[in-house]
């Protein structure tokens, strides 16, 4: 398996499926892993194991799916989690403590020394059973500076591979995330990962940011589910990769609208039209000037072709359509019109899109032309 500079390590069945009112069954738990591993990403986080027997069943059924993708299962730092995680035959385990005083004083009493003496524990336990570890610093955004470094360089000592560095509430912007990310990674010889939250809708820009500061790790879930606001949507941290910065990660992006489609369907929430990416008008067009323009050369309204991440081209009609758009989709129906009659079409277009506040579907069109 080729070694990417970044390495993408999606959670959408795990931090995905913490959605509030989202719930995977097994099956599409099985076609989400299924098809994400094949179109290349690189690492699934696919479940907590301590759970109960349900979530443990699933996990241990994409466990033997035999998938070319690293499998991870999220733990506490605790010895029965990652028993469970070992129960389920997973060789890799991620291990979440708290590192926030908000999160201590909630979780543990407020004492920063429990979290390091559990986190020991917890990597030694994994450690002398064989498995690869990976440290998660929940709330690491609002985290002392100096005890976050001491829980990742510990993590580093005892054996963990790779530190997560985690906006959990998602309060971070670019600049901040760049200074946070650039002081771990310059004091850690391990991979770091970026783990954003949406919150006030910069997961995506926080990730890049993290990324410029050295991060090669990231944490993704398709169409941005998650958490509350959610995550960084894969969709976009791949294509932001393969086109903002020039990054190969070896994932078949032709197949990006696929999987989208398969999590909305499983989640039951339909991704909204102007969704980056996979939103049903990325590739839309209906205001004359644009449509225009990309009957002309689609660069000119397009920042790549449809055909990449498996979507096509539509000209759609509608209020903001205009002469050019309207004659060459009826065209495309073997219909030409005079200037007069091409006129009369479009004022029609238009009333009927005001009044059934949408554009029209070709068959609507069609209607509102003159019989000949
Ligand atoms: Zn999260």
């Not at 007069?340 to 899109?353: G, P």
Request: include cysteine; proline fraction near 3%.
């Amino acid at each position: 398996m080729t070694n990417y500079a970044i390495q993408i390590n999606d959670t959408t069945l795990r931090d995905g499926e913490q959605a509030a009112g989202v719930a995977f069954n097994v099956e599409e738990k099985i076609a989400i892993a299924t098809l994400l591993d094949s179109i290349g990403v690189h690492e699934l986080e696919i479940g907590i194991p301590a759970m109960g027997q349900e979530e443990a069943e699933s996990i241990k059924t994409i466990a033997n799916l035999g998938l070319n993708a690293k499998l991870l299962g999220w733990n506490r730092a605790n010895l029965s989690d990652i028993q469970a995680s070992i129960d389920c035959g997973l060789e890799r385990v991620h291990i979440s403590v708290p590192v926030s005083d908000i999160q201590i004083a909630a979780k543990f009493g407020g004492k920063r020394q429990v979290v390091l003496d559990k986190l020991r524990d917890a990597i030694n336990f994994a450690g002398d059973r064989g498995l690869s570890v990976s440290v998660g610093g929940e709330d690491s955004s609002r985290a002392d500076e100096s005890f976050l470094l001491e829980v990742a360089q510990s993590a580093q000592e005892w054996g963990a591979f790779r530190f997560r560095f985690c906006d959990t509430v998602g309060i971070l912007n670019p600049a901040t995330t760049y200074n946070q990310v650039s002081h771990l990674v310059s004091h850690l010889s391990i991979v770091v990962e970026m783990h954003m939250h949406d919150d006030f809708g910069l997961a995506m820009a926080n990730t890049l940011a993290g990324i410029e500061a050295g991060a090669t790790s990231v944490n993704t879930t398709v169409n941005g589910i998650g958490e509350r606001a959610g995550n960084a949507p894969l969709e976009e941290v791949v294509m932001a990769l393969k086109y903002l910065y020039s990054v190969p990660t070896g994932i078949n992006t032709k197949r990006l609208v696929e999987i989208s489609r398969l999590v909305a369907k499983a989640t039951n929430y339909p991704v909204l039209p102007w969704k980056a990416i996979v939103g049903e008008n990325t590739f839309a067009h209906e205001s004359g000037i644009h449509a225009h323009g990309v009957l002309q050369n689609p660069v000119t309204y397009e920042p790549f072709a449809p055909e990449d991440v498996g979507w096509e081209r539509r000209l759609v009609v509608g209020k903001h359509s205009g002469r050019h758009l309207l004659l060459s989709v009826l065209q495309q129906h073997g219909i030409t019109l005079g200037q007069t009659e091409i006129q009369s079409v479009l004022d029609a277009v238009r009333h009927q899109s005001v009044k059934t506040k949408r554009s029209l579907t070709v068959e609507e069109l069609l209607d509102l032309v003159p019989q000949r």
